[in-house]
DNA sequence: GAGTATACTGTACAGATGTTCAGCTGTCAA
DNA sequence: TTGACAGCTGAACATCTGTACAGTATACTC
């Protein structure tokens, strides 16, 4: 069996997910069945049964709309890989400090988050105590909001990816700060910002 | 009529908030007199039918486990209303303009998020589009970001709460402005800040 | 061509479910 | 005592709902 939805099952997945959480209650297998054009109750039932199995939907048997979303469905649920130096700080060694959760439409598989250390971003409103959602990436453009790494001691910073001339560097959004020249590697993109005010 | 819940009608809402949270399906008007002790399926109707009155349930008419909690009981899917205006814009009109799911954590029932329009608190790292977390209060201390309502016009900004001398008025983190001293109302706190790059 | 798997359809049915209705019980104020 | 009201009961009912079962159609493999 393929771990992929058919876009039957998906239609069907999309729908139940819509009522779920639009109207808050789950729906039969015959309102499925009117939306999504399955004549048959026992062709959803079918299809729901598929798509359980293949994890994407949790289902009480011989319960009316037992249908729903399974664990994960929610808000992404992001790792706090450590601080980041904004300054000249460092991206902590990878132990999870604990999770922060995000909207699922702003985050992909694989995203983390880093906590700020510093002031060197605050001309972008990147203030020290924030946490940066970040997403893997090995290149970015021009002018983008990176997380930089140089090769000698593995510091990772919050820099903006800048090409100055023939050469990149990265930059800071603070004046005090002197842009970072020798050599460095792009781990991520900043892709989201979240700060709590306590 | 009162706006409290009775003993017996918390008892069943905190039921049925079970069954949604944990199970993912709301229960039954039986289930829920198994489980609070009500003989009768039409007792059962009769006290949500309180519940929904006084606000706290939502109920759809002749459908089947149509009970769910009514918007902001789940913390973490927070209202977007509108636009703030941080230089000297509106809370718009309080249509929910979409949802943001934030860490439940950090959510409280009753927040809801604004959009920043406007430069006036880049100061602060407060930057236009920004979305802030929002919790409802009336009074604040001085210092505090505060979203403020002035009474004439009923405008809505971000800005800091800030006594000066006697009396109180709010103030940018931008020199561009000058703060607002004419008479205002404070709506909420700003508790949070989620950002997203594009 | 035979066999098999997938994706359905149509029907039937037992049980679940929301609702209605008539009436009961206790409390509290007039 | 009376009346009003909230809370509850029990029975009945129409409908909803998940499931089972017996098929059909198509595509693919052997």
Same mark, same amino acid.
């Given at each position: 069996?393929? $771990?992929?939805? $058919?876009?039957?099952?998906?239609?069907?997945?999309?729908?139940? $997910? &819509? @009522?779920?959480?639009?109207?808050?209650?789950?729906?039969?297998?015959? %309102?499925?069945?009117?939306? @999504?054009?399955?004549? =048959?109750?026992?062709? *959803?039932?079918?299809?729901?049964?598929?798509?359980?199995?293949?994890?994407?939907?949790?289902?009480?048997?011989?319960?009316?709309?037992?249908?729903?979303?399974? &664990?994960?469905?929610?808000? #992404?649920?992001?790792?706090?890989?450590?601080?980041?130096?904004?300054?000249?700080? +460092?991206? =902590?060694?990878?132990? +999870?400090? /604990?999770?922060?959760?995000?909207?699922?439409?702003?985050?992909?598989?694989?995203?983390?988050?880093?906590? *700020?250390?510093?002031?060197?971003?605050? /001309?972008?409103?990147?203030?020290?105590?924030?946490?940066?959602?970040?997403?893997? #990436?090995?290149?970015?453009?021009?002018?983008?909001? *990176? +997380?930089?790494?140089? &090769? %000698?001691?593995?510091?990772?910073?919050?820099?903006?990816?800048?090409?100055? /001339?023939?050469?990149?560097?990265? &930059?800071?959004?603070?004046?005090?700060?002197?842009? +970072?020249?020798?050599?460095?590697?792009?781990? /991520?993109? *900043?892709?989201?910002?979240?700060?709590?005010?306590?």
């Amino acid at each position: 069996m393929s $771990t992929e939805l $058919t876009p039957l099952q998906q239609r069907v997945l999309d729908f139940i $997910t &819509e @009522c779920i959480q639009d109207r808050g209650v789950p729906p039969t297998v015959r %309102e499925i069945g009117k939306r @999504c054009k399955i004549n =048959a109750p026992s062709s *959803v039932a079918y299809h729901i049964k598929q798509i359980e199995a293949k994890g994407f939907l949790k289902h009480e048997d011989a319960i009316s709309r037992g249908l729903s979303l399974p &664990e994960g469905s929610d808000p #992404a649920r992001l790792p706090i890989l450590g601080r980041v130096g904004a300054g000249n700080g +460092i991206i =902590a060694q990878e132990d +999870i400090e /604990g999770h922060l959760r995000v909207d699922p439409e702003s985050a992909k598989r694989g995203d983390f988050v880093l906590r *700020v250390r510093g002031d060197s971003m605050t /001309g972008v409103g990147i203030l020290e105590g924030d946490f940066i959602q970040v997403r893997p #990436a090995e290149t970015a453009r021009d002018g983008q909001l *990176v +997380i930089g790494v140089t &090769e %000698e001691d593995a510091e990772g910073v919050v820099k903006r990816l800048k090409k100055r /001339g023939s050469s990149w560097q990265l &930059e800071s959004e603070n004046p005090n700060y002197s842009p +970072i020249t020798k050599e460095f590697r792009v781990v /991520g993109l *900043v892709i989201g910002l979240i700060r709590n005010y306590s």
